[in-house]
């Protein structure tokens, strides 16, 4: 008798076990499965909306450049493409929340740079206009300055040589010109650190300008190549001296300049640049912790 109670008390006591061993595993189970889904939510929250990163936008404007430089709450934009830019130019500021700009530049006062620039100037809130120290008898021109009129905006004309940070952000003019009979002379070139990362932005700079800045610090790892890849610009001398890893251009498809040339293209792929173009890739982007750089492709409808 003393037995079977012994047995039905182990069987029950073992049940019991069982039991709390499966109470314990569906609890345990439990906090798995929400530390999974938090962890995916918040992955996908940082790659959609983390701008504790350099983020630099070579956008798809056509034949024409716009650069949107990003880091926090600080803004710059080099350019706003043609006329017919404009307002998909605005619209894409809204769609990625930017109303404030903390410093505008236009790089020299031809159509494909400046096309935009009223446009972006009507839409935001602006810190700094730079523009080189040239005028032209354009209406686009015309339109930008109307526009800075309105607003009660004034326009700074960079030093050769001028410092200024946004956060982490270090930029300094390497070059701006005065030369009105060929406004491409005039561009605004830039340079940009960002901790262990470099850029260099030349607007529609020619070789003329190039040698004029070969002796100073242009070596970077990002070069926007001027004037579109023309052989107006990028010599072989001035590019062994930025030594870049990478090559922007910007540029429209089929345009009728041909551009970018064949030569610059063979030059940069000899001295293995990795190339990308905005013809062929679209909006062009480019994320920075500050020592290293990740490319993405964006798909935009900014080209007017």
């Known amino acids: 008798m003393k037995r079977q109670v012994s047995n039905k008390v182990n069987k029950i006591f073992n049940k019991i076990i069982v039991v709390l061993l499966i109470a314990i595993g569906i609890y345990y189970a439990k906090d798995i499965i929400q530390t999974s889904f938090s962890f995916n939510e918040k992955t996908e929250e940082e790659n959609v909306s983390n701008n504790k990163e350099l983020n630099i936008y070579f956008l798809?404007?056509?034949?024409?450049?716009?650069?949107?430089?990003?880091?926090?709450?600080?803004?710059?934009?080099?350019d706003a493409g043609n006329n017919a830019d404009g307002d998909n130019l605005v619209k894409y500021l809204e769609k990625l929340n930017i109303k404030d700009i903390d410093v505008l530049v236009g790089t020299h006062p031809h159509e494909d740079h400046i096309g935009g620039l009223d446009n972006v100037i009507n839409y935001a809130n602006i810190g700094k206009i730079y523009l080189p120290d040239v005028t032209t008898t354009t209406k686009t021109f015309e339109d930008v300055l109307l526009a800075i009129k309105n607003k009660d905006y004034t326009i700074t004309i960079p030093k050769i040589g001028e410092k200024f940070s946004l956060n982490n952000m270090n930029f300094e003019i390497l070059y701006t010109g005065t030369n009105e009979k060929d406004l491409n002379e005039s561009s605004i070139v830039i340079r940009?650190?960002?901790?262990?990362?470099?850029?260099?932005?030349?607007?529609?700079?020619?070789?003329?300008?190039?040698?004029?800045?070969?002796?100073?610090?242009?070596?970077?790892?990002?070069?926007k190549v001027g004037h579109h890849g023309s052989s107006y610009s990028t010599s072989s001398n001035f590019l062994d001296k930025v030594n870049p890893k990478y090559a922007i251009i910007s540029v429209g498809k089929n345009n009728k300049y041909n551009h970018p040339k064949e030569e610059i293209i063979d030059l940069l792929n000899k001295k293995n640049i990795m190339i990308y173009r905005t013809d062929l890739d679209g909006t062009i982007k480019l994320v920075s912790d500050g020592n290293n750089i990740?490319?993405?492709?964006?798909?935009t409808e900014i080209d007017g």
């Open 60 to 78: 798809d404007v056509g034949q024409a450049d716009s650069i949107l430089i990003q880091e926090e709450n600080k803004v710059m934009l080099i």
């Open 294 to 299: 990740n490319i993405e492709k964006i798909k």
């Open 192 to 223: 940009l650190d960002y901790f262990n990362t470099s850029y260099l932005f030349m607007g529609d700079a020619p070789k003329s300008v190039e040698k004029k800045i070969i002796n100073k610090n242009i070596q970077v790892d990002v070069l």
